[in-house]
C-alpha cells in the first residue's frame, strides 16, 4: 500500500515528469507520440497544456492516472513514482486524481446524485458519509436542486458541473481536465471556468487541464506549456509566454499571426515607400501601464496606429502596439534601449506607403 | 367439444410457457455471462484475451449454426442424461436452452459493445477495478439493450418450442401438430395460431416499455 500526500513537501513540485516517452504503433508504423517530457507541476497552481489535436497532450494528461503507460522515464507525484506501481495501487491513485472529460461520461442509467456517489460507493464508504459528501460537492457545482435528475435532463453545462463533482467527491489532491469546455458554448464555458478557478483557491487542488482554445489558458491558468509533435515547445508563466511567445506554433495558437493592414507591406525599403511598420510588445504589472506619450515622443515623427490590443492577465497588462512611422531610417537598438522600461519587444514588420 | 377445446389451449399453452420460461432463465443466466466475457476478451476491451475470446466465439458460432430441429434430435443422448427422458415438457428444456443461450448471448454482447468507451474511461479514472466497472457502468448501461434483446430471443424460443413439440415436447405446437396437422382439425389449428399471436404480442410489448423506461438517455 501506498499513501499518497500524508507528509506534503511543498519545496518539491507536486507532479514531477522526467524523460518521458510513449511510443505506438499505428498499422506497423511507430510513433513517437511523446518525447522526452520533461515537466514540475507546482502545488495547487493551474498548469495549462495546449496544442493542436494530436499534439500529445491527452497522451500526456493520461499517463499522469496510468490510464495510458509511458514507455521510458518517470512521473512522481509527491515523490511516489507513479509508472511502476501494481494494479491495485494504480486504482488507490486514481481514488486521489479526480478526471472530468470533453463529452463529460456521465452514467446515462444512474441520477445526478448517484452518478456523483460513484467513486465512494465503489471504495466502500458507508451510506450516511456518502450521503453527506455528494449533498455537499452538489451544493459546491450549484447543482443540489438537480440531484435527482438524468444527465438526459441537463444542459451541457450543467453536465460538466456533474463532471466536476463526480472528481471531487473523493478529495482528490489532483484534477485532471481533458478539454473539458471544448464542448459547452461561450457562456457554460466562463462557468465552468469560474468554477475550476473557485475550487483551486477554495480547496488548494492542483489542475491540470489541456485545451486548444488560448481563451481558457488566459482566463485560468498560471503556468502553460505548448505541446507541438509530442514535445514541449515553449513553457512558462501565462502572461510571460503571452506577452512573447516565441514559437511560430505558440503565435499560432494565439492567433497573432493574422496582420489586417489597410496597405501593402514591403520586406524592403525602396523609393515607393514612406513609412516603417512597427511592432511593439508590451507586457508589465497592471498598476504600471505603459506612457504611451513617452514612448511615442521618442520617435520624433508623426506616429499612425493601425492595429492595438490589450490584455489583463494574471495581473499583467499584455498587449501589442502596431503603429507607422514617418521614418525609414529608425535605430532599431538604440530606440529597443531607450524604450527597455516600457517596451518588451520591437520589432519591423516592414515599410508600407500608406495614404493618409 | 368447446370446453375441451378450451382445456386443450389452455394445458398447452402452460406447456409452452414452462419450457420457454425454464429455458429462457437458463439461457439469461448463462448466455448473459458469456457476453460479458465476449465483450470484455475482446482487443479494446478491459481484460483482452485472444485466447479465451476466440474460443468462446467458436462456440457460440458453431451452437448457432445448427438448425434448432437438427440440434433438437442430435441432443437426444444429452437430454436423456441430464433430464432422463428425451420425451415431454422437461426434455425440451435441454435443446431449447442450448439453442437460445449463444443467441442470447451474441445479441446481449451488441448491447454492451456499445457502451460509450468514455464512460470505461471515466470509471478507471475513479478507480474502478474491472469487476466495478462490469456492475456500475456496463450492465446497467446495457441493459435497456440487454431487455429488448431477451424479448427478441423470447419470442424466437417461442418459435422454437413449436417444432419441439411437434416432436414430442407437448405445448402449443404439439397440439397444433396432432390436431392441425394429423387430423386436419382446422379449428384447432386457427385456435393455436391466436394463442401464439397473442402471446408474442404481450412479450413483446412488455419488453418493449421495460426497456423504454430502463433507457434514461431520452428523457
Redesign the interface.
Known amino acids: 500500500m501506498v499513501s499518497f500526500g500524508s507528509q506534503i513537501d511543498f519545496s518539491v513540485p507536486h507532479i514531477q515528469i522526467r524523460h518521458l516517452n510513449k511510443f505506438y504503433d499505428v498499422q506497423g508504423k511507430q510513433v513517437h507520440a511523446l518525447k522526452n517530457i520533461n515537466l514540475d507541476i507546482p502545488q495547487g497552481k493551474i498548469l495549462g497544456i495546449i496544442g493542436k489535436s494530436g499534439a500529445g497532450k491527452s497522451s500526456l494528461l493520461r499517463t499522469l492516472?496510468g490510464?495510458e503507460q509511458a514507455n521510458e522515464g518517470s512521473i512522481h507525484i509527491h515523490q511516489q513514482e507513479i509508472a511502476t506501481l501494481n494494479?491495485q495501487d494504480l486504482?488507490?491513485?486514481?481514488?486521489k486524481?479526480?478526471?472530468i472529460?470533453q463529452?463529460f461520461?456521465?452514467?446515462?442509467?444512474?441520477t445526478v446524485w448517484e452518478n456523483v456517489a460513484?467513486?465512494l460507493?465503489?471504495?466502500n464508504f458507508n451510506k450516511a458519509d456518502i450521503e453527506q459528501r455528494v449533498n455537499e460537492v452538489l451544493e459546491l457545482v450549484g447543482l443540489s436542486d438537480k440531484a435527482q435528475h438524468?444527465?438526459?435532463?441537463l444542459s451541457g453545462g450543467q453536465k460538466q458541473r456533474v463532471g466536476i463533482a463526480?472528481?471531487l467527491v473523493?478529495h482528490p489532491e489532483i484534477l485532471?481536465c481533458d478539454e473539458a469546455t471544448s464542448a459547452l458554448d461561450p457562456e457554460s464555458t466562463s462557468v465552468v471556468l469560474s468554477l475550476l478557478k473557485e475550487i483551486n483557491q477554495k480547496l488548494g487542488i492542483t489542475i491540470v487541464l489541456i485545451t486548444h482554445e488560448m481563451q481558457v489558458i488566459r482566463e485560468i491558468c498560471d503556468q502553460v506549456v505548448v505541446i507541438e509533435k509530442g514535445e514541449i515547445v515553449e513553457s512558462g508563466q501565462v502572461w510571460s509566454v503571452f506577452s512573447n511567445p516565441e514559437q511560430p506554433i505558440t503565435q499560432e495558437l494565439l492567433n497573432l499571426e493574422q496582420l489586417d493592414l489597410p496597405f501593402a507591406l514591403y520586406p524592403e525599403k525602396d523609393n515607393t515607400v514612406s513609412h516603417t511598420i512597427l511592432k511593439l510588445k508590451y507586457a508589465s504589472e497592471a498598476k504600471h501601464s505603459p506612457d504611451l506619450a513617452q514612448i511615442l515622443n521618442r520617435f520624433g515623427h508623426s506616429v499612425h496606429l493601425y492595429q492595438s490590443h490589450i490584455d489583463t492577465i494574471q495581473n499583467h497588462l499584455v498587449g501589442t502596439l502596431i503603429v507607422g512611422v514617418a521614418d525609414l531610417d529608425i535605430d532599431l537598438q538604440q530606440l529597443q534601449q531607450q524604450l527597455k522600461n516600457q517596451i518588451a519587444h520591437l520589432e519591423v514588420l516592414g515599410y508600407a506607403r500608406p495614404t493618409h | 367439444m368447446h370446453d375441451q377445446l378450451i382445456d386443450l389451449l389452455i394445458t398447452g399453452t402452460i406447456d409452452t410457457l414452462l419450457m420457454v420460461g425454464v429455458s429462457a432463465f437458463f439461457a439469461l443466466l448463462i448466455g448473459l455471462p458469456m457476453a460479458v466475457i465476449l465483450v470484455n476478451t475482446s482487443e479494446h476491451g478491459i481484460y483482452p484475451s485472444k485466447s479465451i475470446n476466440q474460443s468462446l466465439g467458436w462456440i457460440v458460432n458453431i451452437t448457432r449454426s445448427i438448425p434448432f430441429l437438427i440440434l433438437m434430435v442430435a441432443l437426444i443422448p444429452l437430454t436423456r442424461l441430464i433430464v432422463g427422458t428425451s420425451y415431454g415438457v422437461w426434455a425440451a428444456v435441454v435443446p431449447l436452452t442450448l439453442a437460445a443461450t449463444p443467441f442470447f448471448a451474441r445479441i446481449a454482447e451488441v448491447s454492451l459493445r456499445e457502451v460509450?468507451q468514455?464512460?470505461i474511461?471515466?470509471?478507471?479514472?475513479?478507480?474502478?477495478?474491472r469487476k466495478?466497472i462490469v456492475w456500475?457502468?456496463l450492465l446497467?448501461?446495457a441493459?435497456?439493450g440487454i431487455v429488448a434483446g431477451f424479448t427478441v430471443t423470447l419470442v424466437t424460443m417461442i418459435n422454437s418450442s413449436a417444432i419441439a413439440g411437434a416432436i414430442g415436447a407437448g405445448g402449443l405446437g404439439d397440439i397444433a401438430y396432432r390436431y392441425g396437422y394429423q387430423r386436419f382439425d382446422m379449428q384447432i389449428m386457427l385456435a393455436v395460431i391466436v394463442v401464439l399471436i397473442v402471446l408474442v404480442m404481450l412479450i413483446q410489448a412488455t419488453g418493449d416499455t421495460l426497456a423504454n423506461q430502463?433507457d434514461?438517455?431520452?428523457?
Open positions: 492516472n490510464l494494479h486504482i488507490q491513485l486514481r481514488q486524481i479526480g478526471m472529460f463529452h461520461n456521465l452514467m446515462s442509467a444512474k460513484l467513486p460507493k465503489i471504495s438524468y444527465p438526459s435532463q463526480r472528481a473523493s485532471l | 460509450d468514455g464512460l474511461e471515466a470509471a478507471q479514472a475513479m478507480g474502478c477495478n466495478q456500475h457502468v446497467p448501461e441493459l435497456p430502463l434514461k438517455r431520452k428523457i
